[in-house]
């Protein structure tokens, strides 16, 4: 029995289209866990002012503090993960454009004049969104635990340490992104 090979390649693309709906529901539960563990020192903040403790920006509890500093440990881990699902979403929308060039071709060469409806770049879109959705979410994380560390510095040994260890998360966060987009093609 031969398969017929418009056959095989229906297949093919309805099995690669699968995958990438399902790596967006992924991704998309990924980010929702990112922005909960970005949101426990505000919850232990909650939690301490609920008990009657007085917290304010000049001598935070002891237990604040250490959340606001395992907190962008844990962020940079989710992170990571975070964005190994974003490049297998877009992995997976190359495999798509790409299996659209080849559709368009064999369209191209039984018919005269017709336009892509969507991309056939295999190339399309790029990992590294500086401006794009995932740079939002990479930006935004930075910024936020930079501002927890720097509670968290500044509660140690004043704004110099805060700032220093600030400025480091968010390095450390950027160039996390940059070599995680730029290590693949």
Known sequence: MAIDPQDAFIA???GVFAQHSSMWTIYNESIKLLVTVSALPLLAAAALLA????????TLPPLLVCTLVVTPVLVFV????VIHYRLTVLWYARGLNGFRAIYFSAL???????QPP??????YPANYEFTGPMGLIVHGSAVLNAGYLFLAGSSFGGWLPGSIVALVCVAALEL???WNCHRYP
């Open 108 to 114: 191209q060469s039984a018919e005269a004049t017709i």
């Open 118 to 123: 969507m991309p056939t770049d295999p190339r």
């Open 176 to 178: 996390w992104y940059w």
């Open 12 to 14: 093919d693309l309805n």
């Open 78 to 81: 989710t992170l990571g993960v």
């Open 51 to 58: 008990a009657g403790e007085r917290v304010d920006f000049t």
